[in-house]
Each structure stands twice: as structure tokens, then as C-alpha cells.
């Protein structure tokens, strides 16, 4: 069953065509791993289904729900619905790690400052940051910025989570370590995940669909097997890393 859907989506920035009749299943209760060329609107696809941008043409369906048919204060209640990882974390340097996880629920919610700091504590616990609640953005490594990214993503508990680029220039045993943590995260919530990475070893061992998007649309979907297995050679080339092949270097 589908808990969302982009369908035929085309979008321009400028005079420049990111998306063209783009369409993607995102299964619910799975994790979904999108792949491409750098600049190949990965990105962009997160952003249209938490409603952060509005297609040019198509639909973008969420829960049998057309995004566009949303009117704001709709798509605000949505979006609280929707948990987003940045690629950079994105934490304010002025907070605590428990002040940054807490804005979703002290923004949102009508809970009492001491429901929330329950909930912070036991979000960090769940991504192994259960003694960072005091520290500042500045103390941390790359991966527990990442890991805290995740806490603040999940804590309200989202029905659907958004991955940007989740390993992004982290060592092998940090990425491991990210990569379980979204898988345990994805199970734990019972909810549904898309993820958009370069790591191909990282998706092999999270994803349960995974579609590449080239030039923009998906050519490929499927498990990870059928994806391995494609026949596409444009598909075959990427997972490769070859130079040889129809991708233009």
C-alpha cells in the first residue's frame, strides 16, 4: 500500500526543467532510498512531499490527499506530521542538543515542560545521545550532530520521516552506526521513510524500495535486488561507478 505518490510531476526552477512527468510510489511502513547524479533533484522530491514546494504540473499525494487542495494552516498541520533530517543537521548553535529536540514538541504541542523533557530524553536514548541533553551543537562530532538531526526529525513522533543525505562524508563506522539507527527509528515509529543518498552500501542494507532518478525521472524501481539486477545500462553504470556507459561524463 502506498502512503504517498508523486505523479507525472514536472517542475522548473527558472528555465531550468529539475523534475519532468515524474512519478514514485513510497510504500508505507518502508523505507524508500532514492539515488541519482548529484543535482539530479533528490532533494527537491523530500521538499514536494512535506508541501515545501508545489509542482508545476501533477500531483503530489499524501494519505489519498493532493497536496495542492491544502490550504496553508492544512499544510502546516500536515507538516507536523512529517519528520525531516537535514543534510547539515541544521541545529541552532544557541541550544542545547535538548533544547533543539524539544522545539518540534514546544512549537507544536500543548505539552508541559515536564512531558516534554520525558519525551527529549527518551528520544535521544533512542539514537544512543541519552547523556548529550546538556551539551551545545559545538561539542559534538559529525555523527552525533547527524544523530541529534534524527531525535529532533522523530520526536514528535511523524508519520513519515525525510532522510537528506544522512552519511554524507562520515567514516564507514559511523555511517554503520546511522544506518541502524534509521532502520531501528523507522521501526520503532511502525511509520514510513525516504531516504536520498550516494551511499550505496548504506542503501543496500537499509532500503526495502529503492528508485534512481535520472534526468528527471525515475527509470528505476524496485527492491534492491531488482535494482542490482537491472537491465538499464544507464542503472548499471551509476551502481558501478564506472566511466564507461551512456551517463555523460
Not at 502506498?2 to 528555465?15: K, S, W
Not at 508541501?51 to 495542492?68: E, M, Y
Request: hydrophobic content about 45%; some cysteine.
Amino acid at each position: 500500500m502506498n502512503f504517498a505518490r508523486i505523479e507525472g510531476v514536472t517542475l522548473r526552477f527558472g528555465d531550468k526543467i529539475v523534475l519532468q512527468d515524474c512519478t514514485l510510489d513510497v510504500k508505507a511502513r518502508a523505507i524508500t532510498c532514492l539515488i541519482g547524479l548529484s543535482g539530479a533533484g533528490k532533494s527537491t522530491i523530500l521538499r514536494l512531499l512535506n508541501g515545501l514546494r508545489t509542482p508545476d504540473s501533477g500531483r503530489v499525494i499524501v494519505k489519498s490527499t493532493d497536496l495542492a487542495t491544502l490550504k496553508q494552516r492544512d499544510l502546516v498541520k500536515f507538516r507536523q506530521k512529517v519528520g525531516f533530517s537535514f543534510q547539515f543537521a541544521a541545529l541552532f548553535d544557541s541550544l542545547t542538543v535538548g533544547e533543539n529536540v524539544a522545539l518540534p514538541l514546544r512549537e507544536n504541542t500543548k505539552m508541559s515542560d515536564a512531558e516534554i523533557t520525558k519525551v527529549v530524553h527518551a528520544t535521544l536514548e533512542s539514537v544512543g545521545l541519552e547523556n548529550a541533553v546538556e551539551q551545545m551543537p559545538s561539542e559534538l562530532s559529525g555523527g552525533m550532530l547527524k544523530r541529534v538531526g534524527f531525535a529532533r526529525a522523530v520526536v514528535n513522533n511523524p508519520e513519515l520521516v525525510l532522510y537528506d543525505e544522512p552519511t554524507t562524508g562520515l567514516d564507514p563506522i559511523i555511517t554503520h552506526v546511522l544506518t541502524d539507527t534509521i532502520k531501528r527509528l523507522r521501526r520503532q515509529l511502525n511509520g514510513t521513510a525516504v531516504v536520498v543518498s550516494h551511499d550505496l552500501d548504506s542503501i543496500f542494507v537499509m532500503a526495502d524500495y529503492v528508485a534512481m532518478l535520472f534526468e528527471g525521472a525515475i527509470i528505476e524501481y524496485g527492491t534492491v535486488e531488482e535494482v542490482r539486477r537491472s537491465a538499464n545500462p544507464i542503472v548499471q553504470q551509476f551502481l558501478q561507478g564506472s566511466e564507461v556507459g551512456p551517463i555523460p561524463l
